[in-house]
């Protein structure tokens, strides 16, 4: 049988967890063909572990796409680290006439293991150009606070204010990922526009959580490519990300990535 196949325009985590390369084992571990776009390299000094950001040339990264668009096909699609406001309203534009039914924006704005946020002018362009066009935005509470324009989200009040304010940018459904404002659940909350819906889980003591947001996001995207409904694809990645987080591993002093084979193990 012919899989279903998802894209990922995002950019390359050479430590393997976060990224491309987390959004490709994710596809994978979910049974979709993964293609990728890449917008970025980043590589780590290993002393330091301070990012080194590189970004693709614009003529790349449209020649990738249209490997994909109108060369290949895919049955959903998702953004990651997209590096600068050019690169943003590029692929905000190659999206807008691409036809792709399902669109993830997964608003990157900072590394964990760094606190060094992206561009603020970033968060503009992302409003602009690639919200209106996404089937589900997925910022954790940074990225939410900074796309609804509030200081800090600290309560679920909060939380539905700023998916109420994200929502009004013209994306169908806003998941709002709360892993780290309350002390004993990790809480991700789903707004379609009408409705609020609260996904409950215990959160767990690791610090090794690298990729944890690509995966999530990664994992939406392959349940929509096979044609899955919202909330169920919200579920799954919840899910998805709770496992692999309880078998999260360091890789070195600085970071510990999740592990993406961890659901496919308990089955
Ligand atoms: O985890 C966010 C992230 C996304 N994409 C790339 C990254 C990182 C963090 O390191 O390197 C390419």
């Given at each position: ?12 985590d050479c ?7 987390a959004d490709?084992k ?14 970025v390299?980043v ?18 990264i449209a020649e990738?796409f ?7 096909g895919?049955d959903?699609?998702?953004t ?7 690169i ?6 190659l999206?807008a006439?691409?036809?792709i039914?399902?669109?993830v924006i997964?608003?990157v704005?900072v590394?964990?293991g760094t ?7 970033n968060?503009?362009?992302m409003?602009k150009?690639l919200l ?8 954790n ?5 900074q796309?609804?324009g509030?200081?800090e989200?600290k309560t ?9 304010r994200?929502?009004?940018?013209g994306?169908?459904n806003?998941v ?11 809480l ?14 215990p959160r767990?003591e690791?610090?090794w959580?690298?990729g944890a ?5 990664a994992c939406?995207?392959?349940e929509?490519a096979?044609?899955?409904d ?7 990645a919840?899910?998805?990300?709770h496992a692999?987080?309880v078998?999260s ?10 592990y ?5 193990k308990?089955?």
């Amino acid at each position: 049988m012919t899989p279903k196949k998802a894209l990922t325009i995002a950019g390359s985590d050479c430590s393997g967890g976060a990224g491309i390369q987390a959004d490709l084992k994710t596809f994978q571990e979910r049974d979709v063909y993964g293609m990728s776009v890449l917008t970025v390299m980043v590589a780590m000094k290993p002393e330091t572990w301070d990012h080194v950001v590189v970004p693709v040339n614009s003529e790349m990264i449209a020649e990738q796409f249209a490997t994909i668009i109108p060369g290949i096909g895919a049955d959903a699609a998702k953004t990651g680290m997209l590096p600068t406001v050019d690169i943003i309203t590029q692929v905000g534009r190659l999206l807008a006439t691409a036809g792709i039914k399902r669109l993830v924006i997964d608003p990157v704005m900072v590394c964990k293991g760094t606190s060094q946020p992206l561009f603020p002018e970033n968060t503009e362009a992302m409003l602009k150009h690639l919200l209106p066009l996404a089937t589900v935005v997925t910022p954790n509470t940074f990225e939410a606070a900074q796309l609804a324009g509030m200081p800090e989200l600290k309560t679920q009040n909060d939380l539905e204010e700023a998916a109420r304010r994200i929502h009004g940018h013209g994306v169908a459904n806003v998941v709002i990922k709360a892993a780290r404002i309350f002390p004993d659940q990790a809480l991700n909350l789903l707004f379609d526009g009408k409705s609020f819906t609260w996904f409950d889980r215990p959160r767990l003591e690791t610090t090794w959580t690298h990729g944890a947001g690509c995966t999530f996001s990664a994992c939406i995207t392959a349940e929509l490519a096979k044609h899955g409904d919202v909330p169920s694809a919200v579920q799954t990645a919840g899910d998805f990300v709770h496992a692999a987080l309880v078998e999260s591993f360091p890789l070195n002093r600085h970071v510990g990535a999740v592990y993406h084979k961890a659901m496919a193990k308990l089955h």
